[in-house]
């Protein structure tokens, strides 16, 4: 089945400088690749996707690319800010009907003021 | 409007209790999936619903673990015999349907079998 990896596990950055995620997984039909941002105490919530016919995605200051030869795909958070403080996961996913999603295992991401 | 609901928001169970877990979704979503995450974890697939039926419930660990969703709305995860390896965060996500990439999640029920 798929499998997902997601490096570094923590990451900490200065508020203004950016950040960047990286996730691999191992099944080549796994076509859609959402990230999600979980806050203490709270259900993860999504906050860009991309799908496999797409190399790169933007929204304003998050952006993904995808490299499906090499099979990864990465989040870059520009002009960091202290509320983006959280907990990054990856995911991939296979089935045109019904997701089911195979999250890496997280990334925590600290914003230092 | 009404994001997914779960409750309750903790549960504390002895070994060997029984257990049901709630998920509201949002209203006229009819897909809906359970996951589990264990501390410090990504979140792991168990069930999927579309509609009243459970169209994969693959990522179920065992036979202990069961789930409903009579009406199509509101679910039921339901697990017997706890062991204290089933403590986890039990997470609830809605979609507007099979086809929608976007999960909704719920905040999360936190299991906790002493």
Known sequence: GENVEQHPSTLSVQEGDSAVIKCTYSDSASNYFPWYKQELGKGPQLII???SNVGEKKDQRIAVTLNKTAKHFSLHITE???????V????????????????????????LP | GAGVSQTPSNKVTEKGKYVELRCDPISG?????WYRQSLGQGPEFLIYFQGTGAADDSGLPNDRFFAVRPEGSVSTLKIQRTER???AVYLCASSLNGNSNEQFFGPGTRLTVL
């Open chain 1, 49 to 51: 996707d991309i799908r």
């Open chain 1, 80 to 86: 960091t800010q202290p509320e983006d403080s959280a």
């Open chain 1, 88 to 111: 990054y996961f990856c995911a991939a996913s296979i089935k045109n009907y019904g997701q089911n999603f195979v999250f890496g295992p997280g990334t925590r991401l600290s914003v």
């Open chain 2, 29 to 33: 979503h009819t897909a809906l999936y």
């Open chain 2, 85 to 87: 390896g089933d403590s």
